[in-house]
């Protein structure tokens, strides 16, 4: 499994991001209970958000960020960044390494 941080750059003004929170949250909701989301927030100050994710590959990541509704209405650009998770909080220990659990 992989890690990312997906950045995400607003390219609409807020008002025009704020049609559309509900929905994203609510699709972002899809990829907790998958168990492709472990995080997810906006940056302060608000000029996109931050998502912290675990696919297969970056491919199957960059497809769940596509059906997004901010990517499907072009409200944000999104940045993926891989990581090897080697520290972390013993209780995230499933998340970032289940094989070891």
Not at 27 to 45: E, R, T, V
Not at 54 to 77: G, K, Q, V, W, Y
């Amino acid at each position: 499994m992989k890690h990312f941080i997906i950045s995400l750059h607003y390219l609409k003004p807020i008002e025009e991001i704020d049609q559309y929170l509900v929905e994203h949250r609510a699709y972002l909701d899809k990829g907790y209970d998958g168990g492709i989301l472990m995080a997810s927030g906006p940056k302060n100050p608000r000029e996109g958000g931050i998502l912290l994710g675990r696919a297969e590959t970056l491919e199957s990541m960059r497809d769940f960020c596509l059906n997004d509704p901010f990517s499907i209405h072009s409200c944000a650009r999104y940045e993926f960044t891989e990581f090897i998770p080697v520290k972390f909080q013993e209780e995230f220990k499933g998340w970032f390494h289940p094989d070891l659990c």
